[in-house]
């Protein structure tokens, strides 16, 4: 069996970065209308959530002064307010997951098509299951990474192909797993990299907002790089 080509970081952020420089308005585009998706929760619940970091400060203070009546009183308002702040997020996010998850395939497939340099026409149909497959992929690796950090970020870099995999080759779910597996053999750390630069690109651009788009684009411009060269 033929072993999987070495991934050069170098090699694919300069593929990433030329295609990027190409592609960048309608990566930029769809990467700003995803952000508002991504951050609607937080603006919307902004009011609640300063309530608890509020109401948080003001348990310390009373935990400090040994006031136990009030820190009762307090406990009782944060569960209160924190149930307002996880109803409207989760009401906002049961209306809007969908749409970020067809927005995030629709970013994917410009990356790819800009690293491609050739507009190519996707079946409306292979978006939408590939959008609800990438959903469904996305909360499991995330809850593995909170719950089991080491054998989640695995994962996750081992599944790093899969929505590449359904989206250019149309392979279904467990043929692009599959292909996925093998594609990342031997391209874990360089991979690894790849998920620590991006992350940490998008986490220091993150205050200013207007950086975090472009951001978000090139992280996934790089990353449809990297499937183009092992591929």
Do not use: H
């Not at 996880?86 to 209306?95: C, P």
């Not at 491609?116 to 499991?140: D, E, H, S, W």
């Amino acid at each position: 069996m033929m072993k999987p080509p070495r991934l050069s970081l170098k090699t694919c952020y300069t593929k990433a970065w030329k295609a990027f420089a190409k592609w960048w308005i309608p990566i930029c585009l769809i990467a700003s209308v995803l952000m508002v998706f991504q951050l609607g929760p937080k603006q919307l619940a902004k009011a609640e959530s300063s309530a608890v970091g509020q109401i948080l400060e003001q348990i310390v203070a009373a935990f400090e002064q040994n006031d136990l009546d009030r820190i009762e009183d307090l406990v009782a308002e944060l569960n209160e307010t924190t149930w307002a702040y996880a109803e409207k997020v989760m009401l906002f996010a049961l209306y809007a997951l969908p749409f970020a998850a067809l927005l995030s395939i629709l970013l994917l497939s410009t990356s790819v098509m800009a690293v491609k340099n050739q507009r190519t026409r996707y079946p409306p149909g292979r978006i939408v299951v590939i959008a609800l497959v990438n959903m469904v992929i996305a909360f499991a690796k995330l809850l593995l990474i909170f719950l089991l950090f080491p054998l989640g970020f695995f994962l996750y870099i081992k599944l790093y192909f899969v929505t590449l995999l359904m989206l250019e080759e149309a392979l279904s779910p467990g043929k692009a797993i599959e292909k996925s597996w093998k594609m990342t053999s031997g391209n874990f750390w360089p991979l690894f990299g790849m998920a620590a630069i991006n992350g940490t690109l998008q986490l220091a651009m993150a205050p200013t907002l207007i950086g975090l788009v472009p951001a978000i684009g090139f992280a996934n411009t790089s990353r449809a790089a990297a499937y183009s060269i092992l591929r």
